[in-house]
């Protein structure tokens, strides 16, 4: 269900789900320890979930951080999107279980489509 | 130049209409006060997919001698309006809502923009829709290349889609009325969500020619207005036979309320969950006003029951097909990867492998529907349920998400809008109330061709109440 890409510091770009940023995340915004976000980076955090949600494209959550030594150099959030491939197979498995449904009614003997729809 | 108070942008149509008869002002003062309304204010709701001022401005000096010269056409004449984004205009761009086919020209006029034009009206600007009408499916407010519509009464919500453009312009008296298009709810729910009346034709009433197809055997084109009265003389022109169009019916409407059936003589149903366990807690009030007044009209009330199918097996499968099948070269291409939302981009691909007896299947199980639906309409002549059963969504709320609430045992009439769109039955959606500051509405459905019958109930309705001519904070 998780779409990865790097947290943009000042970035202007739309993120739909399944798509990449590849904004460079800026220079070192503070120190931090094994999968923790500093001050920083949480309140970047806070401004892209804002704009995602002004742009009704859901909210951004925090999946992880890679801390170089000494000092943070990406950070990666996740979004609450379903990736491309998720959605596929839930719409075909949508289509397949609206396939069950129609197999499984009962349709009388000699029932006609109904072609050239009229009402 | 003539100023115009807040008022008149928010009045009917018709007395509009009635105005520029007695010379209050001209056309060309009203198209020129709405059209910069609507360019100013058009953003704000992400409403405006295209100003057309120019164009409109210009076409007001023979209007303005027509009602000089006393060559009066009818209570349209000189009224501006808003079209879908769907419905193509000659040598004007029309983008379907859709960043594919942004910068698409046709070189004709829809007929429902055709007849409009002859009847005086002026089209001032092309209004914003969810990308290819929502297509099969699709996951967010904004899904559309104009962003998400904004709703008028509260713009952190949702206008409703997929005719959201034209619910959100109307109900911030941007334009008197629009035309909108409805699959399975298009219509229906902006009007619902933005407080104004709309009209669901029966299948085949409006001439589709020139507009946009997402599914041939379900779309159809309607007006959204402030009045009942208004969509009745809107349905008028824009109804009757085309030979464009494989679906048109060939029957033309003419909007007579003076010979409606006296209000004693018709059988209302309804389901009593309907407004006790599917409305939401916070609109359940305003719902058991609104069915207290449809009651007052004096119409005989009873409960009824739709007929129950797999119903969501049967649209989900036509309009999966019928969508993919009209957009396989976008699917095919690869272009479709350029819509906005990713469930509209799988179920359009999804769509293609829908096989053929899944599709006959679903048509043998509608052509059941509609014999059902005529069961069901020898013993009541309109049904009546709440158009949606809560408010306008925020925007970033995915719109596929689970409900909050565990669904009622009994269905009511849950499945009122795809059971009524598969059985082409007509509907008017009419703004009963407010739920957490938020419009709410009924919809009352009735038999094909039975506009007549439920524009005047919902004319006595809007008589008794005022719930459509309140006006969001613009």
Same mark, same amino acid.
């Given at each position: 269900?998780?779409? !990865?890409?790097?947290?943009?510091?000042?970035? +202007?770009?739309?993120?739909?789900?399944?798509?990449?940023?590849?904004?460079?995340?800026?220079?070192?915004?503070?120190?931090?320890?094994?999968?923790?976000?500093?001050?920083?980076?949480?309140?970047?955090?806070?401004?892209?979930?804002?704009?995602?949600?002004?742009?009704?494209?859901?909210?951004?959550?925090?999946?992880? !951080?890679?801390?170089?030594?000494?000092?943070?150099?990406?950070? %990666?959030?996740?979004?609450?999107?379903?990736?491309?491939?998720?959605?596929?197979?839930?719409?075909?498995?949508?289509?397949?279980?609206?396939?069950?449904?129609? /197999?499984?009614?009962?349709?009388?003997?000699?029932?006609?489509?109904?072609?050239?729809?009229?009402? | 130049?003539?100023?115009?108070?807040?008022?008149?942008?928010?009045?009917?149509?018709?007395?509009? /209409?009635?105005?520029?008869?007695?010379?209050?002002?001209?056309?060309?003062?009203?198209?020129?006060?709405?059209?910069?309304?609507?360019?100013?204010?058009?953003?704000?709701?992400?409403?405006?997919?295209?100003?057309?001022?120019?164009?409109? %401005?210009?076409?007001?000096?023979?209007?303005?001698?027509?009602?000089?010269?006393?060559?009066?056409?009818?209570?349209?004449?000189?009224?501006?309006?808003?079209?879908?984004?769907?419905?193509?205009?000659?040598?004007?761009?029309?983008?379907?809502?859709?960043?594919?086919?942004?910068?698409?020209?046709?070189?004709?006029?829809?007929?429902?923009?055709?007849?409009?034009?002859?009847?005086?009206?002026?089209?001032?600007?092309?209004?914003?829709?969810?990308?290819?009408?929502?297509?099969?499916?699709?996951?967010?407010?904004?899904?559309?290349?104009?962003?998400? +519509?904004?709703?008028?009464?509260?713009?952190?919500?949702?206008?409703?889609?997929?005719?959201? +453009?034209?619910?959100?312009?109307?109900?911030?008296?941007?334009?008197?009325?629009?035309?909108?298009?409805?699959?399975?709810?298009?219509?229906?729910?902006?009007?619902?969500?933005?407080?104004?009346?709309?009209?669901?034709?029966?299948?085949?009433?409006?001439?589709?020619?020139?507009?946009?197809?997402?599914?041939?055997?379900?779309?159809?084109?309607?007006?959204?207005?402030?009045?009942?009265?208004?969509?009745?003389?809107?349905?008028?022109?824009?109804?009757?036979?085309?030979?464009?169009?494989?679906?048109?019916?060939?029957?033309?409407?003419?909007?007579?309320?003076?010979?409606?059936?006296?209000?004693?003589?018709?059988?209302?149903?309804?389901?009593?969950?309907?407004?006790?366990?599917?409305?939401?807690?916070?609109?359940?009030?305003?719902?058991?006003?609104?069915?207290?007044?449809?009651?007052?009209?004096?119409?005989?009330?009873?409960?009824?029951?739709?007929?129950?199918?797999?119903?969501?097996?049967?649209?989900?499968?036509?309009?999966?097909?019928?969508?993919?099948?009209? !957009?396989?070269?976008?699917?095919?291409?690869?272009?479709?990867?350029?819509?906005?939302?990713?469930?509209?981009?799988?179920?359009?691909?999804?769509?293609?492998?829908?096989?053929?007896?899944?599709?006959?299947?679903?048509?043998?199980?509608?052509?059941?529907?509609?014999?059902?639906?005529?069961?069901?309409?020898?013993?009541?002549?309109?049904?009546?349920?709440?158009?949606?059963?809560?408010?306008?969504?925020?925007?970033?709320?995915?719109?596929?998400?689970?409900?909050?609430?565990?669904?009622?045992?009994?269905?009511?009439?849950?499945?009122?809008?795809?059971?009524? /769109?598969?059985?082409?039955?007509?509907?008017?959606?009419?703004?009963?109330?407010?739920?957490?500051?938020?419009?709410?509405?009924?919809?009352?459905?009735?038999?094909?061709?039975?506009? /007549?019958?439920?524009?005047?109930?919902?004319?006595?309705?809007?008589?008794?109440?005022?719930?459509?001519?309140?006006?969001?904070?613009?």
């Amino acid at each position: 269900m998780a779409t !990865f890409f790097t947290m943009p510091r000042r970035c +202007g770009k739309r993120h739909d789900g399944g798509q990449t940023c590849t904004c460079s995340f800026g220079p070192p915004v503070g120190r931090t320890g094994a999968g923790e976000a500093p001050p920083a980076a949480r309140a970047i955090l806070r401004a892209m979930t804002r704009k995602m949600s002004r742009r009704g494209l859901g909210s951004v959550a925090l999946a992880g !951080f890679a801390a170089g030594p000494g000092a943070l150099t990406q950070g %990666v959030a996740q979004t609450s999107l379903p990736t491309p491939k998720d959605d596929l197979e839930a719409a075909q498995r949508s289509l397949k279980t609206a396939s069950r449904e129609l /197999n499984q009614f009962s349709i009388p003997r000699g029932t006609e489509p109904a072609f050239l729809f009229r009402a | 130049m003539a100023s115009f108070p807040t008022d008149l942008f928010f009045a009917p149509a018709v007395d509009l /209409n009635a105005r520029l008869r007695a010379g209050e002002f001209s056309v060309k003062e009203l198209v020129t006060a709405f059209s910069a309304r609507l360019d100013a204010l058009g953003p704000r709701y992400n409403c405006l997919a295209l100003p057309l001022t120019a164009d409109a %401005v210009r076409a007001t000096k023979d209007i303005d001698g027509d009602f000089k010269r006393q060559r009066l056409r009818g209570p349209l004449q000189g009224i501006p309006y808003g079209a879908k984004d769907l419905l193509c205009t000659k040598g004007q761009p029309t983008s379907w809502g859709a960043r594919p086919y942004v910068g698409q020209v046709f070189d004709y006029d829809a007929t429902v923009i055709r007849k409009l034009e002859r009847t005086g009206a002026v089209l001032i600007g092309k209004l914003a829709m969810v990308e290819l009408a929502g297509g099969p499916t699709y996951r967010f407010a904004a899904a559309s290349v104009t962003g998400p +519509g904004l709703n008028p009464w509260d713009r952190s919500r949702w206008s409703g889609g997929s005719s959201s +453009g034209s619910g959100s312009a109307v109900a911030a008296g941007l334009v008197p009325f629009a035309l909108g298009s409805e699959t399975s709810g298009s219509i229906l729910t902006p009007c619902a969500f933005c407080g104004i009346t709309g009209l669901r034709p029966t299948y085949g009433l409006v001439s589709r020619y020139g507009a946009m197809a997402l599914s041939w055997t379900l779309d159809k084109i309607g007006p959204m207005a402030r009045t009942a009265d208004d969509c009745g003389h809107i349905l008028q022109v824009i109804s009757g036979g085309d030979a464009n169009d494989p679906g048109s019916a060939g029957k033309s409407f003419y909007y007579t309320p003076q010979y409606a059936r006296a209000m004693k003589d018709i059988r209302a149903g309804f389901a009593a969950e309907d407004f006790s366990d599917w409305a939401e807690p916070a609109a359940r009030p305003a719902f058991a006003q609104a069915f207290e007044v449809v009651k007052s009209l004096e119409v005989q009330v009873k409960e009824a029951a739709l007929p129950v199918f797999p119903v969501r097996g049967v649209i989900t499968t036509i309009l999966h097909a019928e969508a993919a099948t009209i !957009f396989e070269e976008l699917i095919t291409s690869g272009k479709v990867d350029q819509l906005a939302d990713q469930k509209q981009i799988a179920g359009l691909k999804a769509g293609l492998e829908v096989s053929a007896k899944d599709y006959l299947k679903a048509m043998q199980i509608r052509s059941l529907i509609r014999a059902e639906f005529r069961k069901l309409f020898s013993e009541v002549d309109v049904l009546v349920a709440p158009a949606r059963y809560g408010i306008a969504p925020k925007i970033a709320e995915p719109l596929d998400a689970p409900p909050a609430r565990r669904a009622p045992d009994k269905p009511g009439m849950s499945a009122l809008i795809p059971l009524a /769109n598969l059985a082409g039955l007509p509907a008017l959606c009419l703004p009963c109330g407010f739920a957490d500051g938020m419009p709410v509405a009924l919809q009352l459905v009735g038999p094909p061709f039975s506009e /007549n019958l439920l524009l005047a109930m919902g004319r006595e309705f809007q008589r008794k109440t005022d719930w459509h001519t309140r006006r969001p904070p613009v």
